[in-house]
């Protein structure tokens, strides 16, 4: 088994993925090497903490030739933990040609004892015509087919992890047909190519939307690389959408420029206004602002480098324990909080995990309470299943009289709440219970029948207080939804208790509903005085006829 899939939450997960030269603990990135001109030592990359890095093949190959074949990509590296190349596509992209053919350097990547090799293929160009992009996608998978085939006789034991990139950019249907494709032949790892340019633009919402198209069409069980996906923002939005690998030079590019990257921002060292900057790695609890401005050029750019890694390094283990906790959701909305660009994220990654429920776990034996804090958490997996499960696989009893309780003044789990205990004690000792529906119409999740009220994450959950309007509308609209399927199922008398202001919008839902026997809708103020109406209830039902 090349990749074991150790925990998970949302559609992240942790892994080994086992390749020749070790194991690479995933979420992990891959710090970018330069073969030519390598601004930070490798000895100092392995000591923040990364056993992996990446670097060009091609490159390799044009600099450096049979030197690197003849002593080993390792040797000449002084490196002795995973390593993967690239093939030249980024050179394609930026240049328009490289001087190599996809056969040539896939050779070369086996030869030179490449751990994870990627094939060259055409990465997608912004702006270009679709159908353009379309004839360079059947190119790319008649170099993948071709690759896997020749790989057999090069490698015959398979000690080089192959990469199958998907290409199309943002012609989502196009991405997505190359996602199918790419998913039907047996790589080792999957890729998504062509996010740089939306990554330096910080649009992350179409790269968290590349991602989704991406995930939905691969096997499941395999490993997802992001490429040229570098910086905090970023990082945990891709994990929860399945990412599983990246790669990235961010660290010392944005070095060039004095650039400083921070779990929450990007800034330069001329715009600092304090004397040290904010964050606790060794390179800035040893110099200050100051200090660093009044170095060399070429000094600080490795210093500015070398924090950026830590700061990369610190993401990752941020995420990995979230994922552990079970609490990467929480993290996303606290990342999402202060950036509208970051917030677009968040909201792609709803509609893209909404697509990914049958990837992502089953959440019921949870016993950590599900925090609703905000619009963006009704997107919650959590949430959008159990009311999938409501209206698509809960059948509710036979009956005619449905019971809406407000959930406000009910303690959960509902079902062991003493009303709801006293009310279905009651309803039995009368014979009445095989007429009636009891529904607590909780006040963010909507409507749950009190039978299933112990699931998760019915009863474990938490919401702020006074309670937000946007959330009760919510629930409201479940509500709607709910009792339209009460309705067509025979329960044509209805008492509903409300609480607050919301008798109107309760009236309109029923309105709406069409002709009923009866309807009662009341106000609860208080706990006891929802304790006082439920004498009243009962005589009520005791009286309908089915």
Not at 92 to 100: E, P, Q
Not at 323 to 339: N, S, V
Not at 455 to 473: A, D, G
Request: glycine share 6%; with cysteine; charged share 25%.
């Amino acid at each position: 088994m090349t990749f074991e899939i150790l925990d998970k939450d949302l559609a992240g997960r942790i892994g080994r993925l086992i390749t020749k030269a070790g194991v690479i603990e995933t979420p992990a990135l891959f710090p970018v090497i330069n073969p030519i001109k390598q601004v930070l030592p490798l000895g100092e990359i392995k000591n923040v903490g990364f056993n992996q890095v990446i670097t060009n093949a091609y490159l390799l190959k044009r600099h450096y030739g049979d030197l690197v074949k003849d002593i080993g990509i390792h040797r000449f590296l002084n490196w002795d933990g995973p390593i993967m190349t690239d093939s030249g596509a980024y050179q394609l992209l930026m240049y328009g040609k490289v001087d190599v053919s996809p056969s040539e350097i896939l050779k070369y990547e086996v030869d030179i004892g490449t751990d994870i090799g990627v094939i060259l293929d055409i990465p997608t160009q912004w702006g270009r015509p679709k159908d353009a992009v379309f004839l360079e996608i059947e190119e790319t998978l008649r170099r993948a087919r071709s690759a896997l085939t020749k790989l057999k006789l090069w490698d015959p034991e398979h000690r080089m992890l192959i990469v199958g990139p998907v290409q199309g950019g943002d012609k989502f249907d196009i991405l997505s047909y190359s996602a199918s494709k790419m998913g039907e032949l047996d790589f080792d790892i999957y890729a998504v190519g062509s996010p740089t340019t939306l990554l330096e633009e910080y649009d992350f919402s179409t790269v968290i939307r590349m991602v989704a198209t991406v995930k939905a069409r691969l096997p499941p069980g395999k490993p997802i690389h992001l490429f040229g996906a570098g910086h905090p923002l970023i990082l945990p939005f891709a994990v929860a959408m399945g990412v599983d690998l990246f790669d990235s030079a961010s660290y010392v590019l944005y070095a060039r420029d004095d650039r400083i990257i921070l779990r929450d921002r990007t800034v330069r060292l001329s715009e600092l206004r304090v004397d040290r900057i904010p964050c606790n790695c060794p390179v800035c609890r040893r110099y200050s602002v100051k200090e660093l401005m009044s170095m060399s050029k070429p000094e600080r750019e490795r210093l500015i480098a070398l924090h950026n890694l830590h700061v990369l390094w610190e993401e990752l283990q941020e995420i990995r324990a979230r994922i552990r906790e079970g609490t990467l959701w929480e993290y996303l909305e606290e990342k999402a909080g202060g950036d509208a660009r970051v917030k677009s994220a968040l909201l792609a990654l709803r509609r893209g995990l909404k697509a990914l429920l049958n990837v992502i776990p089953d959440e019921s034996g949870r016993v950590r309470a599900m925090h609703i804090t905000s619009m963006e958490s009704l997107g919650r997996p959590e949430v959008v299943r159990h009311a999938e499960r409501l209206f698509n696989n809960y059948e509710p009893p036979r009956g005619c009289v449905a019971i809406v309780l407000p959930g406000e003044y009910l303690d959960r789990p509902y079902a062991r709440d003493s009303l709801i205990s006293w009310l279905i004690n009651e309803l039995s000792a009368r014979n009445l219970l095989s007429k009636v529906h009891v529904v607590i119409n909780n006040p963010v999740l909507g409507p749950i029948p009190y039978e299933i009220s112990e699931i998760y994450p019915l009863s474990q959950h938490e919401y702020p207080q006074p309670i937000p309007r946007y959330l009760r509308f919510y629930s409201l609209y479940l509500l709607r939804r709910y009792l339209d399927v009460l309705v067509r199922r025979g329960f044509m008398d209805l008492i509903i208790i409300t609480v607050g202001d919301y008798e109107s919008r309760i009236k309109s839902i029923i309105d709406r509903l069409g002709p009923l026997k009866s309807s009662v809708i009341l106000r609860a103020s208080s706990k006891d005085e929802l304790y006082s109406l439920m004498t009243w209830v009962i005589n009520v039902v005791e009286n309908i006829k089915c």
